[in-house]
């Protein structure tokens, strides 16, 4: 039988097609934004509750409840302030989250925000077949659309896991975004295989994600932690650097790490911030994506 060749011996094609199977096209950044704004904010919410444990076939009661923490103090103080602030966001919800509390979803869409792909059960797409990861999103889309009462036009990938079939499926399915990879900090179009595929690009990057700086698993050894108060330094930076360049303010947090008290402060304050910085323009991922797809 013959070895499989390393990366370092792959002949040009190989590694050329595996680089240009998903890739960045044009920037969509506007000339600018709705009613004058300096910035776009775009905040957002992984609902992941229970699924982070049950996609690793895993039945830690423990870990369990810390996901079950997200839907009974996470999602409420997070919506409390985005009421108190008149603030739309994104949630992107897993099917068996929204199946294991519907009326949380309810409530989420009931306030104006926008609900949207997150797989299935928090699968990785990259080790599903075709077939399945298809299944997957197809099934999710339905379970989200007959519990919110609306059809989702963006996905989220879980763990922004991105398989070489993630794409095409989207596209197939219609759906006007993804917000799940890291090439730019603005608006792009996606490549398939060198060409539009249709689908745009709202980027995200570990750096604007809570996760990163907060989480935990006890029986691996993960142990990171950063002081609020730094982490809020940085989104800080992130959200001033968006402003002074004129483009997107996108931030991903989860009910189940950043809703406790010591933490859901971050929030409001990124909030404040924004709004002292004056036009700013806070919108749900999917308004932004409309709005970048206009013709100038």
């Given at each position: 039988?013959?070895?499989?060749?390393?990366?370092?011996?792959?002949?040009?094609?190989?590694?050329?097609?595996?680089?240009?199977?998903?890739?960045?096209?044009?920037?969509?950044?506007?000339?600018?934004?709705?009613?004058?704004?300096?910035?776009?904010?775009?905040?957002?919410?992984?609902?992941?509750?229970?699924?982070?444990?049950?996609?690793?076939?895993?039945?830690?009661?423990?870990?369990?409840?810390?996901?079950?923490?997200?839907?009974?103090?996470?999602?409420?103080?997070?919506?409390?302030?985005?009421?108190?602030?008149?603030?739309?966001?994104?949630?992107?919800?897993?099917?068996?989250?929204?199946?294991?509390?519907?009326?949380?979803?309810?409530?989420?869409?009931?306030?104006?925000?926008?609900?949207?792909?997150?797989?299935?059960?928090?699968e990785r797409n990259s080790v599903l077949p075709e077939a399945a990861e298809r299944d997957l999103m197809l099934r999710s889309a339905d379970t989200l659309e007959k519990v919110c009462g609306r059809r989702p036009v963006g996905i989220r990938t879980p763990s922004w896991d991105f398989s070489p079939s993630t794409l095409a499926i989207a596209r197939d399915m219609g759906l006007q975004y993804d917000s799940s990879l890291m090439a730019d900090v603005d608006c792009y179009?996606?490549?398939?295989?060198?060409?539009?595929?249709?689908?745009?690009?709202?980027?995200?990057?570990?750096?604007?994600?809570?996760?990163?700086?907060?989480?935990?698993?006890?029986?691996?050894?993960?142990?990171?932690?950063?002081?609020?108060?730094?982490?809020?330094?940085?989104?800080?930076?992130?959200?001033?650097?968006?402003?002074?360049?004129?483009?997107?303010?996108?931030?991903?947090?989860?009910?189940?790490?950043?809703?406790?008290?010591?933490?859901?402060?971050?929030?409001?304050?990124?909030?404040?911030?924004?709004?002292?910085?004056?036009?700013?323009?806070?919108?749900?991922?999917?308004?932004?994506?409309?709005?970048?797809?206009?013709?100038?």
């Amino acid at each position: 039988m013959t070895e499989p060749l390393q990366p370092w011996q792959w002949p040009e094609p190989q590694w050329r097609g595996i680089v240009e199977r998903v890739r960045a096209g044009r920037s969509l950044r506007p000339r600018q934004w709705p009613g004058g704004a300096r910035c776009a904010i775009a905040l957002s919410f992984d609902s992941d509750h229970e699924t982070n444990e049950l996609r690793e076939g895993g039945e830690s009661i423990g870990r369990l409840s810390q996901g079950q923490y997200g839907n009974r103090q996470g999602i409420p103080r997070i919506l409390e302030i985005l009421a108190r602030q008149g603030v739309p966001a994104s949630f992107y919800v897993p099917a068996v989250t929204a199946l294991l509390y519907p009326d949380e979803q309810r409530r989420i869409a009931g306030d104006g925000h926008e609900i949207a792909l997150h797989g299935w059960i928090h699968e990785r797409n990259s080790v599903l077949p075709e077939a399945a990861e298809r299944d997957l999103m197809l099934r999710s889309a339905d379970t989200l659309e007959k519990v919110c009462g609306r059809r989702p036009v963006g996905i989220r990938t879980p763990s922004w896991d991105f398989s070489p079939s993630t794409l095409a499926i989207a596209r197939d399915m219609g759906l006007q975004y993804d917000s799940s990879l890291m090439a730019d900090v603005d608006c792009y179009e996606l490549l398939l295989d060198g060409r539009p595929s249709g689908v745009v690009e709202l980027p995200v990057e570990w750096i604007r994600d809570d996760a990163v700086y907060f989480n935990m698993n006890r029986f691996a050894g993960l142990r990171p932690y950063t002081p609020p108060g730094d982490v809020f330094d940085i989104f800080r930076r992130e959200l001033d650097a968006a402003y002074r360049e004129g483009g997107i303010f996108q931030l991903t947090m989860h009910p189940h790490i950043s809703g406790y008290r010591s933490r859901i402060w971050i929030l409001e304050e990124l909030i404040l911030h924004a709004r002292h910085l004056g036009r700013v323009w806070f919108a749900t991922h999917a308004d932004i994506v409309r709005y970048v797809q206009q013709p100038e």
